[in-house]
């Protein structure tokens, strides 16, 4: 069983800045498990691969946010971050994190949300000028 809860959403203005965070728990860890991926979507369009960081450290950003977005874990694994800089109206999204019970690597991207079979429940941030 694989729990996440992602929280750390809000209203902020153009230029702001946000923390998300995403609780792992699991009952079992198998190799090659860890790490994550923060996803965002908004109504009418199709989830977006934001970031993603695997158990080795490789960590990969959607071309959207590079250079203001940075994903980390905390040393255990426990925990994704998503810090968000010099945030855009565009950012305005639900964002979802996710995981894997299945080992995994990131390659040259974010990999689409189907590789993902465990979700957080969403936290909602909002940009405004």
């Known amino acids: 069983q694989v729990e996440l809860v992602d929280i750390g959403g809000g209203s902020v203005e153009v230029g702001g800045s946000l923390i998300l965070s995403c609780t792992i728990s699991?009952?079992?860890?198998?190799?090659?498990?860890?790490?994550g991926a923060w996803f965002r979507q908004v109504p009418g369009k199709q989830r977006e691969g934001v970031a993603g960081?695997?158990?080795?450290?490789?960590?990969r950003y959607g071309d959207s946010v590079k250079g203001r977005f940075t994903i980390s874990q905390v040393k255990d694994k426990t925990t994704l971050y998503l810090q968000m800089t010099r945030l855009k109206a565009e950012d305005t999204a639900m964002y979802y994190c996710?995981?894997?019970?299945?080992?995994?690597?990131?390659?040259?991207?974010?990999?689409?949300?189907?590789?993902?079979?465990?979700w957080g429940q969403g936290t909602q941030v909002t940009v405004s000028s």
């Open positions: 699991r009952d079992t860890y198998p190799p090659g498990t860890g790490g």
């Open positions: 960081i695997d158990e080795y450290g490789s960590i």
């Open positions: 996710a995981a894997s019970q299945r080992r995994w690597r990131l390659l040259s991207s974010v990999p689409s949300p189907d590789a993902f079979a465990y």
